[in-house]
């Protein structure tokens, strides 16, 4: 049985007896320590470390074999300093070694946003094209990413289109009667051209503005009429009122251009046209193609 010398040193001092018998040359320690860990006797005789004896583990090892004897060969050594599993929280940070953190030792997800400091990730520690669309903060609709006047990053309204972008052109298909002295609206009701599909042709006959096309227009009509021989006119108006008006007097099957209007449209806004006729009877506005009746407009701006 070894005496063991119970203490709290993590390297308790243990003792040893074996006896010899001239033929064995290893004998098992109680616990495990190291050749300059011991100190050994043999009949009282001190032994050299290396040169008479090794430990490894629990296992000394003689050069030779000690002499017969009962308990003639006396051992008495530390045992192998065991450290154990440190407290919750006992570990600070200056008992860490510089850099002996390895990503490998982190657990996936464990760095949370909280033991990051603010403002402690910089752009060098990022890597290129490491931020996708899903990582960035959502923003307002039918904006862009832009710069404000401080050269930092902020929303910025689209640009509008560019001229000759946006445009319409739309007319008369067949024909349609026009009452002596009443003023008509024009029923285009097909659409050669429409960027945005604001072009009513099914109830209204006209062009409505949305936020998306609103801006600066130039718009312009025209009517093809038949046998008139008097007065006819054709009108613009926007959102219900005249704003453009051209009289003349018509022979047989002939045009008449209502003219150029430029203006801005805001959203909401719409234009159509009207047209008259004072010939004494009903008369035929003429169209079935693009060189007939028609209305077309483009933004400029």
């Excluded at 011991?38 to 470390?49: E, M, N």
């Excluded at 200056?94 to 949370?112: E, H, P, Q, R």
């Excluded at 009207?274 to 483009?298: C, D, F, I, P, R």
Aim: net charge negative.
């Amino acid at each position: 049985m070894s005496n063991f010398l119970v203490g709290t040193n993590l390297a308790d001092v243990q003792l040893d007896k074996f006896s010899g018998n001239a033929s064995a040359v290893a004998f098992t320690l109680s616990v495990p320590s190291s050749t300059f860990s011991a100190l050994v006797r043999i009949s009282g005789v001190v032994q050299t470390p290396t040169d008479d004896f090794n430990i490894v583990n629990n296992t000394i090892t003689f050069t030779s074999s000690p002499p017969s004897g009962s308990n003639n060969i006396v051992v008495t050594y530390t045992k192998a300093a065991q450290l154990g599993v440190p407290n919750d929280a006992s570990v600070s940070a200056d008992k860490l070694a510089s850099n002996a953190v390895t990503t490998a030792k982190i657990l996936d997800a464990n760095i949370t946003t909280s033991k990051i400091l603010d403002a402690n990730i910089t752009t060098s520690k990022l890597q290129d094209n490491a931020v996708s669309l899903a990582k960035l903060a959502g923003g307002t609709a039918n904006k862009l990413m832009g710069f404000d006047g401080s050269g930092d990053p902020a929303e910025v309204d689209a640009p509008v289109a560019l001229a000759g972008t946006q445009y319409f052109f739309s007319y008369l298909s067949g024909t349609q009667v026009i009452t002596h002295g009443t003023v008509t609206k024009a029923q285009f009701n097909t659409t050669l051209h429409d960027t945005e599909s604001d072009f009513d042709t099914t109830t209204n006959y006209r062009y409505d503005f949305d936020a998306d096309s609103a801006g600066l227009w130039i718009i312009d009509a025209r009517m093809y009429m038949q046998n008139v021989g008097a007065l006819a006119g054709i009108f613009l108006h926007k959102n219900g009122v005249n704003v453009l008006t051209n009289y003349m007097n018509l022979g047989a099957n002939a045009n008449a251009h209502g003219g150029t209007y430029l203006d801005t449209f805001a959203d909401g806004d719409y234009v159509h046209a009207e047209v008259y006729q004072e010939s004494g009877s009903n008369k035929n506005l003429l169209g079935g193609n693009k060189s007939s009746t028609a209305m077309w407009g483009v933004r400029i701006a």
